[in-house]
């Protein structure tokens, strides 16, 4: 990242938290974004999720949908999703889960089915109050009386 994105990130995140960062630092690269640790001086410490710029950023893409998918599905489920603090087209800023190695079949079998239980919310349609994402493709979700329409 370059010092002039890491700084607007930086500005950004203290000014949406409050609190001072004491170390931000490169994470992972995603298909469409990289996710940077952030320590904040309040012990938190945080992920933030930002858009990558120029040509190694996807057309039509934006992080402002992920944001309200992973704010639904904390509402929404019992899968553990990260809270999140703030969301924008560009950044998503949330919780830091560590898995701490603790991932294996028994854990893989309880997100499956906590994932299977978020088709037994009812609605007299079928939808979304929004559109969301599969990956780096939209998800057109207007709310239809049928399944086969919809």
């Known amino acids: 990242?370059?010092?002039e994105d890491a700084d607007r990130l930086r500005d950004k995140i203290e000014s949406r938290t409050g609190t001072s960062i004491t170390d931000l630092r490169f994470f992972a690269a995603g298909q469409n974004a990289d996710l940077y640790l952030v320590d904040l001086d309040d012990?938190?410490?945080?992920?933030?999720k930002t858009m990558r710029i120029g040509d190694s950023a996807?057309?039509?893409?934006?992080l402002e949908v992920e944001g309200w998918m992973l704010y639904y599905l904390t509402m929404k489920s019992k899968l553990p999703a990260p809270r999140v603090y703030w969301y924008d087209p560009t950044t998503i800023l949330m919780d830091y889960i560590s898995d701490e190695g603790q991932l294996n079949d028994t854990v893989?079998?309880?997100?499956a089915m906590d994932l299977a239980a978020l088709h037994s919310i009812r609605?007299?349609?079928f939808g979304?109050?929004?559109d969301t994402s599969v990956g780096?493709?939209?998800?057109?979700n207007h709310?239809?009386?049928s399944w086969i329409t919809f």
């Open 1 to 3: 990242m370059r010092q």
């Open 43 to 48: 012990r938190r410490r945080l992920m933030a």
């Open 58 to 62: 996807p057309p039509n893409i934006d």
């Open 108 to 111: 893989e079998q309880m997100a």
């Open 123 to 125: 609605s007299k349609f």
């Open 128 to 130: 979304m109050e929004r």
């Open 136 to 140: 780096s493709f939209r998800q057109p």
């Open 143 to 145: 709310f239809e009386v």
